[in-house]
């Protein structure tokens, strides 16, 4: 299971379905998976690319509290995604340490 839940408050994409009965238990649970998808993940961090850094890493992602790029896993997933289809490119640079992975967007001038 993933580690970020979104808050169920009455100004989340969930909010309909609060307080409804049984029957939208099921839809809440369909709305929760949706929302922790790689896929929706990838559309979060698309909508938010412009408030990006050049050469950012996944660490920035989760520092940055944005709602939906809290969880270290669905993170690397999406940006997986990213990668495979030409949108970023990852780069390893070397430190003194542990290596830094950066991301750049490569279809908007990365």
């Known amino acids: 299971m993933h580690g970020y839940h979104p808050p169920l408050g009455p100004n989340t994409p969930f909010a309909g ?10 839809k809440l ?15 979060r961090l698309l909508e938010r690319k412009d408030e990006l850094t050049e050469g950012f890493t996944e660490y920035a992602l989760r520092c940055r509290s944005w709602d ?5 896993a669905l993170n690397l997933q999406a940006l997986k ?5 030409a949108a970023s490119r990852r780069k390893k640079l070397p430190t003194s340490g542990r290596p830094r992975v950066e991301y750049r967007w490569r279809l908007w001038g990365g």
């Open 17 to 26: 379905l609060i307080d409804q009965g049984e029957p939208s238990v099921l």
């Open 68 to 72: 939906g790029l809290r969880d270290p």
């Open 29 to 43: 649970t369909e709305e929760v998976d949706a929302w922790l998808s790689p896929d929706a993940t990838v559309q």
């Open 81 to 85: 995604i990213l990668v495979e289809s």
